[in-house]
């Protein structure tokens, strides 16, 4: 198995221009989710979903938008980039362990992206 | 979720045991205790959970105290490859539409020196 790739792993993007960043994952997990990390700084959620075709904003979704197709990939775009979002992005996937009241899910990351928007 | 307070920044020698403490003090009964850690530049890893017993893994052991407001996990015998940030986070339970929520702190750097 691979577990959860990224793709790219890196991009520099000038202000205004639009990507789409790449999570895949081959462990059949029913939950995934987009952090960014800036320097120093623990990891925030953007978005998140819990299902294909399910997608919910996290605390920083501003300037984010998802989609969750397929099962196995959650894509993150940015429509107009700002250097504001030049930042390390990693995605996760997770599925629901334990018994019901008391479950747990255990979050596999990705290796990350490094955007940097100038 | 519960919020976790860790100290920044600790340092071990090579070969002797890591204790890195977090205090959960508004934890509440149905919340796990999670740690993981990020090594430079990578994803954060999965370490190990737990709700009230103390665990042990592969990788390390979780030392929770009897009224859960706070937590240990030790690192038996540290190496240089265990420098990274670690992170110890409580949180809601999952299922259904809850996601199973991480909210991640800053951490505490540990530093393996030889």
């Known amino acids: 198995n691979a577990g959860v790739t990224q793709t790219p792993k890196f991009r520099v993007l000038k202000t205004g221009q639009s990507m789409t960043l790449l999570c895949a994952q081959d462990?059949?997990?029913?939950?995934m989710y987009w952090y960014r990390q800036d320097p120093g700084m623990g990891l925030r959620l953007i978005h998140y979903?819990?299902?294909?075709?399910?997608?919910a904003k996290g605390e920083v979704p501003d300037g984010y938008n998802v989609s969750r197709l397929k099962k196995q990939n959650f894509l993150l775009g940015l429509e107009s980039a700002a250097p504001s979002q030049t930042s390390v992005y990693f995605c996760?996937?997770?599925?629901?362990?334990?018994?019901?009241?008391?479950?747990?899910?255990?979050?596999?990351f990705g290796p990350g992206t490094r955007l940097t928007v100038l | 979720d519960a919020k976790t307070t860790q100290p920044p920044s600790m340092d071990c020698a090579e070969g002797r045991a890591a204790n890195l403490p977090c205090n959960h003090s508004?934890?509440?009964?149905?919340?796990?205790v999670y740690w993981y850690r990020q090594i430079h530049s990578q994803g954060p890893q999965y370490i190990i959970h737990?709700?009230?017993n103390n665990e042990t893994n592969e990788m390390a052991s979780l030392i929770i105290t009897e009224d859960r407001k706070s937590s240990t996990l030790i690192l038996p015998h540290a190496t240089l490859r265990d420098t990274a940030v670690y992170y110890c986070?409580?949180?809601?339970?999952?299922?259904?539409?809850?996601?199973?929520?991480?909210?991640f702190g800053q951490g505490t750097i540990l530093t393996v020196h030889p």
């Open positions: 996760a996937s997770s599925y629901q362990q334990g018994q019901p009241g008391l479950s747990y899910n255990e979050q596999f």
């Open positions: 462990m059949n997990h029913e939950y």
């Open positions: 979903s819990v299902g294909e075709g399910t997608t």
């Open positions: 508004t934890i509440s009964g149905n919340e796990y």
């Open positions: 737990g709700l009230k």
């Open positions: 986070i409580v949180r809601i339970n999952a299922g259904g539409t809850s996601y199973g929520k991480l909210t």
